[in-house]
């Protein structure tokens, strides 16, 4: 009986590598490899312009053209810094200051308007709420620079310009948003459960804060980091409602550092530090609230 224990090993043995064989093969197949290979290359090709960036910050003016663009010349990063911060009374500390506050609350602003109307659009049912739906759904396709000329002058008329308003307050419409948050609204949050929080005696604003809100938080973080980075990067806007250079967000004010002719001076190391520092912000938010995105991806993937 030993013997023939000790004879049924090997055959076990060898029918327990047959599958990890299998498995390796498909792992390293031609099809797995090209399919690495490619993602390889398009992660290259999107993490090159920042990596020119982050190393074109260690490099004076005359290294910037001078020397390889993706690699390292004399270090002359501190330099930057020193001189990206001090410049013209440190108003580089502001711009960075105001476009915080452009995005941060511009994005809150956002993100409770349109998970609002998304709730309202998701879960009742009154006249025009198809109206209003495709109506949300035009907006979102026209460009927002077309809008930024019309939102100058309804600014002029109430002599908002030249105010954090003048930037805040169309910020605080986001039609994509709003489309967002009826979707993610409508796969969320059960009509049974709103049934229940009524049945129970609760009125619609606190069926709306205690019981659909907490269910929408993925999608809130989510149309959050979608209108932080927006405002962040809006460059258009800020130039036509703005002329007051304290007022400027980073992305703007960069811009005129690029562009004076007055100043009579090569900025474009400093330009070049201060946009990888403007970057930092919104790769710190992502790592942050990431999870939440995930969350609501797969949240999403599940009910589809």
Do not use: C
């Amino acid at each position: 009986m030993a013997d023939a224990s000790l004879a049924q090993k090997p055959q076990a043995s060898r029918h327990t590598q047959r599958p990890r064989e299998a498995i390796g093969a498909r792992a390293f197949s031609p099809r797995m490899i090209a399919a690495y290979v490619f993602l390889v290359v398009v992660t290259a090709y999107f993490l090159t312009p920042l990596y020119w960036l982050a190393i074109s910050t260690t490099k004076d003016n005359t290294d910037l053209f001078s020397s390889f663009g993706l690699w390292f010349a004399h270090f002359n990063l501190i330099q930057n810094l020193s001189d990206t911060f001090t410049f013209e009374n440190g108003i580089y500390l502001r711009w960075i200051l105001n476009t915080v506050i452009y995005a941060v609350v511009g994005g809150l602003l956002a993100t409770v308007v349109s998970v609002m109307a998304g709730y309202a659009l998701a879960k009742y049912r009154f006249p025009g709420r198809n109206l209003i739906s495709a109506l949300v759904l035009g907006a979102v396709l026209v460009p927002v620079t077309t809008l930024a000329l019309p939102t100058y002058l309804l600014m002029s008329k109430v002599n908002m310009t030249d105010t954090y308003w003048a930037v805040l307050l169309p910020s605080m419409l986001n039609p994509i948003g709003v489309f967002l948050a009826t979707i993610y609204a409508r796969a969320s949050v059960p009509d049974d459960l709103m049934d229940a929080a009524r049945t129970d005696g609760a009125g619609e604003l606190r069926v709306f804060l205690q019981v659909a809100a907490p269910l929408l938080v993925p999608g809130m973080v989510t149309i959050f980091l979608f209108q932080f980075v927006a405002i962040w990067n809006n460059f258009f806007l800020p130039l036509v409602v703005l002329s007051d250079a304290n007022l400027y967000p980073v992305n703007l004010g960069l811009a005129t550092w690029n562009f004076d002719p007055a100043s009579h001076q090569l900025l474009f190391n400093l330009i070049v530090t201060g946009s990888f520092l403007a970057v930092l912000p919104l790769i710190v938010m992502f790592l942050f609230l990431q999870r939440y995105w995930r969350a609501g991806l797969a949240f999403g993937s599940l009910t589809g």
